[in-house]
């Protein structure tokens, strides 16, 4: 009878060990969640800034959208990250954490590089609050403060450096929120390359 006493007891404390736990530290948890894809994205746009700058030492300067070759298929932007991988200056195109990038029945988002190939970017999910919590974490990471909204639907000058306002602060990478009509926007992280 003790023995059951005990295990009964047992049981419930570790019940509500875990109910503490997760009503104290649900909080702890999405925040370490965030800072990780965060410093993911960080690191995903450091190796495709390194590749592009061994692009332009290999190229003569050329940045790696520049003088494309005909893209049987995507934009120009699709064909210069694609060039990074096919040339051997990436291993492999990052993959983006599965909960942060955008995909919705017709478009999963991956890693681009802008057309003129000044800033590597990637849409961010629009799941509610999850980019607002990573943007808030890569601004910790020493990221430029989340800009507003910007017209994106400019042919040729969508996500550039220049839209992310690099020229205007120091660091290297920083969320947007792009405005891309009708209403609706999204959010989109950029690096300088």
């Excluded at 503490?20 to 995903?44: C, H, N, V």
């Excluded at 932007?77 to 060039?83: F, H, L, P, T, V």
């Excluded at 802008?114 to 800033?119: E, P, R």
């Excluded at 450096?161 to 009708?182: M, N, P, V």
Aim: hydrophobic residues 45%.
């Amino acid at each position: 009878m003790f023995n059951l006493i005990v295990a009964v007891v047992s049981i419930a404390l570790i019940a509500a060990m875990a109910l503490a736990s997760i009503f104290y530290g649900g909080d702890g948890f999405s925040k370490s969640t965030a800072r990780a894809e965060a410093a993911t994205l960080i690191g995903q746009a450091q190796q495709i800034a390194g590749a592009a700058a061994l692009f332009r030492i290999d190229n003569s300067g050329s940045n790696v959208a520049s003088t494309q070759p005909s893209c049987d298929s995507g934009t120009s932007s699709d064909c210069a990250i694609n060039r990074l991988s096919a040339g051997g200056y990436l291993q492999a195109i990052p993959s983006a954490p599965s909960g942060v990038h955008y995909q919705d029945e017709f478009f999963t988002a991956s890693w681009a590089v802008a057309d003129d190939g000044s800033a590597a970017f990637l849409i961010l999910t629009a799941q509610e609050g999850v980019a607002d919590s990573v943007c808030a974490e890569v601004e910790l990471q020493g990221g430029g403060a989340k800009l507003p909204g910007f017209m994106a639907n400019e042919a040729g000058n969508a996500y550039t450096a220049e839209k992310f306002e690099f020229d205007s602060i120091e660091q290297l990478y920083r969320c947007a929120d792009i405005d891309i009509g009708g209403g609706n926007a999204l959010t989109v992280f950029g690096y300088r390359l």
